[in-house]
């Protein structure tokens, strides 16, 4: 359990101990349908079972956690079900984040995101497995807070803590470096159409992103592909949101 949750600083301990967990759920450092304690985690983060017991309780009212008959609760399961809808969810929601990131996108803006993507680069070429997954969702939230929009962060963040343990498989997945590799790639496709405030394209790479790892993912877990594979270019003159 050590490797899992860091050890926090007790001075903010209930609001630290809550952010602790939610990162760990989304950098997939928890796997899907694993089963915690709080005993466990406590001595983990090196805090009393009270503030730990309260994050639980909120993770639980997020469904990011299920409570288990003999006060344990595990991860929420991935189903090839459950799995093709956050991936849906998330293309359209996202999506529109990076639109609405794309529309207010400055210089500034830009070359942080260029920073963290090429951090996340570095990451991958010395294969810091923790590293890669803490890059990614670095780089993903850096977009979504340039949207300007607390109720997406809101939305975005319930589907990363349902979604992010499925990262967890990617580490043990033979191959995952170069899907990693191309993630960069894509990423720097989104810089680009946020320096240009393209929407469409902004949208259409960050939605690209995540479906192209999916059924990457989708592929090597279930044994599965998409019906459709994602499209190559953007489609173009599709009414811009607001």
């Excluded at 994050?55 to 639980?60: G, K, M």
């Excluded at 497995?129 to 962060?153: I, K, P, T």
């Amino acid at each position: 359990m050590d490797d899992k949750v860091r050890p926090i600083d007790v001075t903010t301990v209930q609001e630290r101990v809550y952010q602790e967990l939610r990162n760990a759920l989304y950098q997939g450092r928890f796997m899907p349908g694993e089963v915690l304690t709080i005993r466990a985690l406590a001595a983990a983060l090196g805090t009393s079972p009270m503030p730990v017991r309260e994050a639980i309780q909120r993770l639980v009212t997020e469904n990011a956690l299920t409570q288990l008959p003999n006060r344990t609760f595990q991860v929420a399961a991935l189903t090839l079900e459950n799995y093709d809808e956050w991936i849906r969810l998330r293309c359209e929601i996202e999506g529109y984040a990076a639109e609405r990131a794309a529309m207010r996108a400055t210089p500034k803006i830009c070359a942080e995101l260029r920073k963290i993507n090429n951090a996340f680069g570095k990451t991958i070429e010395v294969r810091d497995a923790a590293g890669m997954l803490e890059g990614n969702q670095h780089f993903h939230f850096a977009v979504y807070e340039a949207a300007q929009s607390d109720a997406l962060l809101k939305i975005i963040g319930s589907l990363w803590l349902r979604f992010g343990p499925v990262l967890a498989f990617v580490q043990h997945v033979e191959g995952s470096i170069e899907m990693f590799r191309r993630g960069v790639v894509v990423h720097e496709r989104v810089i680009a159409a946020m320096e240009r405030r393209d929407v469409e394209e902004a949208r259409f790479a960050l939605a690209l992103d995540i479906r192209a790892a999916a059924a990457w993912f989708r592929r090597h877990h279930f044994g599965a592909t998409y019906e459709a594979q994602p499209e190559l270019t953007p489609r173009r003159g599709v009414g811009r949101r607001q």
